[in-house]
């Protein structure tokens, strides 16, 4: 048990929680809150933007060091990730973001959300992409 409730029996379950405890947004949703200076972070692997693209202008923190740059008292904090500041995580499908948003929900970031559909929502909604080196 976690917090007084069963923990999740699965990473499908896991990510609904997540979602229940986010904000989710639609690919729309990021277009304009991007006009208003948020920061887009895009936590997929290398390999994955080399291979599919990537959206103009995001970040690019991997998932597997995010809680090390986006913790304030860690040695490796990236100065960009500013628990005050609107940031929206993105992955390749929803999953990965929303698991990461709930993380950094708890590590004190009001103001995270994440991008629903992931990029290749994005993508197949036609909106811009810059393609990768593979």
Known sequence: MTNGRPAASSVKEMVSEARSRIENLSPEQVE??????????DIRERDEIDRSGAIPGASHYPRGM??????????????DLDPERRIILHCASGGRSALAADMMRSLGFGR?????GGFQRWKQE???VEEGSG
């Open 32 to 41: 304009e809150e991007l006009k208003q200076g948020a920061l887009l972070v």
């Open 112 to 116: 995270v959300a994440h991008m629903d």
């Open 126 to 128: 036609g909106r811009r």
């Open 66 to 79: 995010l809680e090390f740059w986006a913790d304030p008292a860690s040695p490796y904090h990236k100065e």
